[in-house]
């Protein structure tokens, strides 16, 4: 597996912080946005995620460049890609190595490798250990079913009209992600999601090239709008 790693983003969502990109064979195929309307898939992402292959860092190489980053340094792993592991798995090891170099910084990052119970027992290690994997879900009634199992925070795909803040159906929180609601707003400024501890579950969007396609599983269960 090879990891892309930047030192400096100039992607205008996650502002100029360091951020990776893993290969596409990390990716779960039972992720509905797999090769359809994943974000990742737009022309700009999609070309430097392309190139991962050939100009990734082996793992030691990418775990050593985590870790001389600056002490709190706030960074997001995997701009596209999931977790070490082929497909629907997670590898342990690899995902310690990561872990152990993130000691003392700040990183975060998404999974969509939750349906296994080893998966999510890792994933629940390394929030404990300070490296934030948030729960990725595909609406509002999936939000609820991953904060059920308590192994991370969690985030979710929201229709294009979901107001700024807003409830899944059992009446968690859901805040959008500031980034689309603000003006001049990244993850540099925000840092939400780097938040293991946070109540709320943060709701992105559907956006993208193929916005409409996720727009429709975002529907699957409309949040219920506070007045």
């Known amino acids: 597996m090879k990891i892309q790693f930047v030192k400096k983003s100039a992607n205008a969502k996650t502002g100029p912080i360091p ?7 990390t990716c779960p195929q039972s992720c509905p946005h797999y090769r359809a309307d ?55 090891v690899q995902l310690g190595q990561i872990v152990a170099a993130n000691i003392g910084k700040r990183g975060f ?29 595909d609406h509002a009634g999936h939000a609820d079913q991953l904060a059920e199992t308590g192994a991370g925070p969690v985030v979710c795909i929201v229709p294009i009209d979901t107001p700024e803040k807003t409830q899944t159906p059992a009446g968690r929180q859901i805040v959008v992600c500031p980034a689309q609601t603000r003006d001049n707003v990244t993850c540099a400024d ?8 946070r ?29």
Do not use: M
Not at 19 to 25: A, G, H, I, P, T
Not at 113 to 136: C, H, Q, R, V, Y
Not at 190 to 197: D, I, K, T
């Open 19 to 25: 951020v990776s990109y893993s290969e596409r064979e």
């Open 38 to 92: 994943c974000y990742a898939e737009d022309y700009y992402t999609r070309l430097t995620w392309d190139k991962v292959p050939a100009r990734g860092l082996d793992i030691g190489e990418f775990c050593a460049n985590v870790a001389a980053l600056p002490a709190g340094q706030l960074w997001r792993h995997n701009v596209a890609g999931d977790l070490p592991g082929t497909g629907e798995t997670v590898d342990p």
């Open 109 to 137: 990052t998404y999974t969509h490798k939750t349906a296994d119970p080893a998966n999510l027992s890792w994933i629940k290690t390394a929030n404990e250990w300070g490296f934030t994997i948030n729960l990725s879900a």
């Open 190 to 197: 925000c840092q939400l999601c780097q938040r293991a501890n």
């Open 199 to 227: 109540a709320v579950i943060v709701g992105f969007r559907a956006h993208g090239t193929r916005a409409k396609i996720a727009d429709q599983t975002a529907r699957r269960v409309i949040p219920i709008a506070r007045g």
